[in-house]
């Protein structure tokens, strides 16, 4: 038997395979220094990726970049690129402002526009796929405005008010506008239950609202004017957002033909009572059309002046105390008690223009009535104009809906 030294020398294909394997380990020790990502860590099973020494997520605000004060119409939005939002505050002064996220987190959008002359802070944090953050912060002022660049909207009918089935939505503005279309936009009616209806601009600072047939009895409106920023046109921003919700009560119409001299009161289709009235005498003709109780008093002075008639003029009045008075149009005209023509009342137009009636027919219908109950008057030559008042259904349908901006 024989037995091998220990120095004996290694076979040649050993030999071989132990070079090789300290080539290898040599080359590997290298790629620990120069190539993490070769083919040699991926051979050993290394992680193939990397975290970059900053994150690369980016955030960006669609304010401007320069540092000019920034306009009030602008919305503030907050993006991310190559990574997620983890958080946006955005303060005027102490005052936090709201608003939203997207649901996939690279998106958040303020709540409101901006307030004029005022210092706001933006706040922003992102985080990129390796989990490093990125912040951004921001303070900017906004332009400041005057009074008379700024328009104010008052909605009428006010919060919680009962109203007639022909009462239209009115929001008036204190400052002309002159962007109609951007300030429609940001103007909403929510009715309960649903109907279609349009706004019409009456005029640079009043705009309406109305259904295509009248409101139906029982129906809850919320009117929005979210035009707080906005632009008006001419330099004019919305002033503050408004809002109302009223209530549409029972249908209830006066029909009145003056060619019969009476008056039918109807509620909900039922016909309550046929009231002996008189109406306007020659050259003070009632009009005839569709119109809506304005305002009512349980006492109201009527004075001719008002309309035009004069002390000295044989036609001047000038009567202190006149009851149970129901404005039907801006020009004067009123449904009231006129216990001193009730000789003539049902038989013979002798007034200036009012439809009168006895004072106990009189604080009836009052009773009963709402600001917004249509008025329907007949028998005379003298037509209603649209906007004498709440003269809205006047005017057909397709008409009516072309004096929309957004049409």
Same mark, same amino acid.
């Given at each position: 038997m024989?037995?091998?030294?220990?120095?004996?020398?290694?076979?040649?294909?050993?030999?071989?395979?132990?070079?090789t394997?300290?080539?290898?380990?040599?080359?590997?020790?290298?790629?620990?220094?120069?190539?993490?990502?070769?083919?040699?860590?991926?051979?050993?099973?290394?992680?193939?990726?990397?975290?970059?020494?900053?994150?690369?997520?980016?955030?960006?605000?669609?304010?401007?970049?320069?540092?000019?004060?920034?306009?009030?119409?602008?919305?503030?939005?907050?993006s991310?690129?190559?990574?997620?939002?983890?958080?946006?505050?955005?303060?005027?002064?102490?005052?936090?402002?709201?608003?939203?996220m997207?649901?996939?987190?690279?998106?958040?959008?303020?709540?409101?526009?901006?307030?004029?002359?005022?210092?706001?802070?933006?706040?922003?944090?992102?985080?990129?796929?390796?989990?490093?953050?990125?912040?951004?912060?921001?303070?900017?002022?906004?332009?400041?405005?005057?009074?008379?660049?700024?328009?104010?909207?008052?909605?009428?009918?006010?919060?919680?008010?009962?109203?007639?089935?022909?009462?239209?939505?009115i929001?008036? &503005?204190?400052?002309?506008?002159t962007? %109609?279309?951007? $300030? @429609?936009? #940001? /103007?909403?009616?929510?009715?309960?239950? !649903?109907?279609?209806?349009?706004?019409?601009w009456?005029?640079?600072?009043e705009?309406?609202?109305?259904?295509?047939?009248?409101?139906?009895?029982?129906?809850?409106?919320?009117?929005?004017?979210?035009?707080?920023?906005?632009?008006?046109?001419?330099?004019?921003?919305?002033?503050?957002?408004?809002?109302?919700?009223?209530h549409?009560?029972?249908?209830?119409?006066?029909?009145?033909?003056?060619?019969?001299?009476?008056?039918?009161?109807?509620?909900?289709?039922?016909?309550?009572?046929?009231?002996?009235?008189?109406?306007?005498?020659?050259? &003070?003709?009632?009009?005839?059309?569709? %119109?809506?109780? $304005? @305002?009512? #008093? /349980?006492?109201q002075?009527?004075?001719? !002046?008002?309309?035009?008639?004069?002390?000295?003029d044989?036609n001047?009045?000038?009567?202190?105390?006149?009851?149970?008075?129901?404005?039907?149009?801006?020009?004067?005209?009123?449904?009231?008690?006129?216990?001193?023509?009730?000789?003539?009342?049902?038989?013979?137009?002798?007034?200036?223009?009012?439809?009168?009636?006895?004072?106990?027919?009189?604080?009836?219908?009052?009773?009963?009535?709402?600001?917004?109950?249509?008025?329907?008057?007949?028998?005379t030559?003298?037509?209603?104009?649209?906007?004498?008042?709440?003269?809205?259904?006047?005017?057909?349908?397709?008409?009516?809906?072309?004096?929309?901006?957004?049409?």
């Amino acid at each position: 038997m024989s037995v091998r030294s220990a120095h004996a020398p290694v076979p040649a294909r050993r030999r071989l395979s132990v070079l090789t394997s300290a080539v290898l380990l040599a080359a590997v020790a290298l790629a620990g220094c120069s190539d993490k990502n070769g083919p040699i860590s991926k051979a050993l099973g290394g992680d193939s990726s990397s975290a970059p020494a900053h994150s690369v997520a980016r955030i960006t605000t669609n304010l401007p970049a320069s540092k000019h004060p920034v306009s009030v119409d602008t919305l503030l939005h907050v993006s991310a690129s190559h990574g997620k939002l983890r958080h946006v505050s955005f303060t005027a002064g102490k005052t936090q402002v709201h608003g939203s996220m997207s649901p996939n987190g690279r998106g958040w959008t303020a709540g409101d526009r901006l307030e004029p002359a005022t210092t706001y802070h933006v706040s922003a944090l992102a985080v990129d796929g390796y989990g490093l953050k990125k912040k951004l912060e921001r303070t900017f002022r906004t332009v400041p405005l005057t009074l008379d660049q700024q328009t104010f909207p008052s909605i009428n009918p006010l919060q919680g008010q009962t109203v007639g089935v022909g009462m239209p939505v009115i929001v008036h &503005f204190d400052v002309p506008v002159t962007d %109609k279309a951007s $300030i @429609e936009r #940001h /103007l909403s009616v929510t009715t309960k239950p !649903a109907q279609k209806g349009t706004w019409h601009w009456i005029s640079d600072n009043e705009v309406h609202w109305r259904p295509k047939t009248y409101w139906k009895p029982g129906t809850d409106v919320t009117v929005n004017a979210d035009i707080n920023g906005v632009s008006a046109g001419n330099g004019i921003y919305g002033e503050e957002n408004r809002s109302a919700s009223f209530h549409i009560g029972d249908a209830v119409f006066m029909k009145i033909n003056l060619a019969t001299h009476e008056m039918k009161v109807y509620d909900n289709g039922k016909l309550l009572r046929t009231v002996p009235v008189t109406g306007g005498a020659a050259g &003070f003709t009632t009009r005839s059309g569709i %119109k809506v109780i $304005i @305002e009512k #008093h /349980l006492v109201q002075r009527m004075n001719s !002046a008002t309309i035009g008639i004069n002390p000295g003029d044989p036609n001047y009045y000038n009567i202190p105390d006149v009851r149970f008075a129901q404005r039907v149009t801006y020009s004067g005209e009123f449904l009231h008690a006129a216990p001193w023509s009730v000789g003539s009342q049902g038989s013979a137009n002798v007034s200036h223009g009012c439809v009168g009636m006895s004072t106990a027919n009189a604080q009836w219908l009052y009773g009963l009535t709402h600001v917004g109950d249509v008025v329907v008057v007949s028998g005379t030559d003298r037509p209603m104009e649209p906007t004498n008042g709440y003269g809205d259904w006047n005017v057909p349908w397709k008409q009516y809906k072309a004096g929309s901006a957004l049409h």
